[in-house]
C-alpha cells in the first residue's frame, strides 16, 4: 500500500459520506458471489459472532467520549491552575471558582472550534500528528483571543496573569498528554476489533490492484464484515443490477453501518444506474475513486459557482501562514541587526583595509514569481561580476580576497542580507537565490527549476543544512539542491523554519563548502 493511496483512502473517508450516485470507490481482488448461497456465506465470516459477544464502541460513541474528556481535561487544567495559583500567592487554599468559570469558556470554545476542524472523528483521531498540530494551534489561537478580549474592553486587572499564564501551560500539556494516550487506547481497540464502523465492501472487477484495501480500511477503524466483487460493465447494466440486488439482500437485517463502494471513475456511466438502487438502505454510501482519475480525488475539493472545484495546487502558504513567516523574519532579522552591529562594523573595516573597492556586492537574482531584486552582501572577491555570465566560487579560488576568504568560511560575508529580508525581498528560510546568468543555465539543466520560485528565497534553506550549499557542478547536483528545495515548500511548517534557523547555526560551524 503507498502512502499516496493511504493518503487518498483517509482524505475520502475522513471527509466524504454522501448519498449514492457522488462518486464511485478504490477496487480490489475478490470474486463475484452469486445467489443467496454465497450471501449466506458471508454472513458466515469468521470472528463475527465472536465480535457481537465482545463489548463494541461506534463511531459517534468515540467521538462524544472524545468531547467529553476534553471538556473534563480542560475544566480539570483551569481548577488545578487557579488552586495552585491561589495557594501560592495567599499560603493557602483559595476559592477557585472563579477560575473553573474561565475553564467553561475555554473549553467550550475549543471544543467547537476542534468539532468544526472535525477533530473528533475516528479517523482524525488516529493520526497522532494531526491532532497534536491541532491541539496546540487552536489552544493558542483561543488564548490570544481572549488575551485580545480582555485588554479590548478594560477586564485585565480581573484576571490574574499568572494563573492564566499556568492554566495555559497546564492545558496544553494535559491535552497533548490525553492525546497520546488516547490514540494508543484506540488503536488497540481497533486491532481487537472493539472499535470502529462495520462495513460492506463492494469493488470493481475492472480494477485488480497488488494492495489490500481491506486491510487499509482496518486501520482506519473500518470493520470489514463482507466484500462483493461486481461483474464487469461490458456483461450489460441488467447482471450489474442483479449483483447490487444480492448486496442488498445481503445488507437487509445485518448490523452493517455503511456501504463501501470501490470502483473506476472512467465507468461511472455505466453504474451509475445500478449503483442507485443502494439508495433503498438507509445506510450512508462512501466513496473512493481509483484507476488514472484517482488523483485528482485526492487534492482539497471546494465550492464554486454551484459546482464542486478540485484545487489541482493551493497557494505554497496562505494568508495567514504568510503573515506568521513575515513577522518572524522582522522580528528575527531586525533583532540579528542589532545584536550583530559589532561584528557588521569589525567586517567592514577589514575589507576596506583588505583591498581597494566597494564595502558591499550587489548583484541582480530572481525572487518570489520571478521578481528580480538586488541582493546584498559584503565584498569578498576583487571582482564584482553581474552580468550574463558569472563563474562560481571554487575551492581554492584565486579572486578570493584574504579577508573574504574568513568572511565566506564563516558566512559573514551573507549577513547583510537581513536587510534583504527586512524589505521583504527575501525570508530568513527558503531557496537560495542563485545569479540570474545560473538561472537560465540551471533552468535548461531541471525541469521543475523554476518552481523554487513559489516562494520568497532564503537566507539559508533546507538543501544548505543538508550540506547542498556552494558551487554547482554538474546537473545532478543542481538536481538534488531543487529536489530539497521543492520539499521544503511542500512541507512548510513555522517548526521547520525554526528548526532550519537552528541547524544553520551548526552547519556554518561546520563550514561544508564554504568557499
Known sequence: MTVETNDLIYNVLNTWSVDVGSFVMHGTKEHVPDGAGAASAGRGLSGRLDDRRRWSIGYESVEAITIVSDLATILFASVLSGTLYQSQIFGSRGESIGYLGVGVIVSTLFVLWMKSRRMYELTSLLDLRRQLTGVCVVWLCIFLLLTAAVFAMG???????????????????????????????????????????????????????????????????????????????????????????????????????????????????????????????????????????????????????????????????????????????????????????????VAMVAIKLDSAGPLLFRQMRCGFNGRQFQIIKFRTMTVMETGASVQQAQAADPRVTRVGKWLRRASVDELPQLLNVLNGSMSLVGPRPHAIAHDIAFDKMVRNYAFRQRVKPGLTGWAQIHGLRGPTPNPESVRRRVEHDLWYIDHWSIWLDLKIVLKTIVEVVRGRNAY
Open 155 to 345: 477586564l485585565s486587572e480581573l484576571f490574574a496573569r499568572k494563573a492564566n499564564l499556568f492554566f495555559a501551560i497546564v492545558g496544553v500539556a494535559l491535552l497533548i498528554g490525553h492525546r497520546v494516550l488516547w490514540k494508543e487506547l484506540l488503536n488497540k481497540a481497533v486491532h481487537a476489533k472493539r472499535v470502529g464502523r462495520r462495513i460492506v465492501l463492494i469493488t470493481d472487477q475492472l480494477r485488480v490492484e497488488p494492495i489490500n484495501l481491506a486491510e487499509t480500511l482496518q486501520t482506519f477503524g473500518f470493520r470489514l464484515e463482507q466484500r462483493f466483487t461486481l461483474p464487469s460493465v461490458n456483461q450489460g447494466t441488467q447482471i450489474l443490477e442483479e449483483a447490487i440486488a444480492q448486496v442488498i439482500a445481503w445488507v437487509r437485517g445485518s448490523d452493517v453501518e455503511e456501504v463501501v463502494v470501490a470502483a473506476d471513475p472512467s465507468h461511472w456511466l455505466e453504474m451509475r444506474g445500478p449503483i442507485d438502487a443502494l439508495r433503498v438502505l438507509p445506510l450512508p454510501v462512501s466513496l473512493v475513486p481509483t484507476g488514472p482519475a484517482a488523483d485528482i480525488f485526492s487534492h482539497r475539493l471546494r465550492a464554486g459557482g454551484g459546482r464542486i472545484c478540485v484545487e489541482l495546487q493551493r497557494s505554497p502558504l496562505r494568508p495567514f501562514e504568510c503573515a506568521v513567516k513575515r513577522g518572524m523574519d522582522i522580528v528575527v532579522a531586525a533583532t540579528s541587526l542589532i545584536v550583530l552591529a559589532p561584528v557588521f562594523f
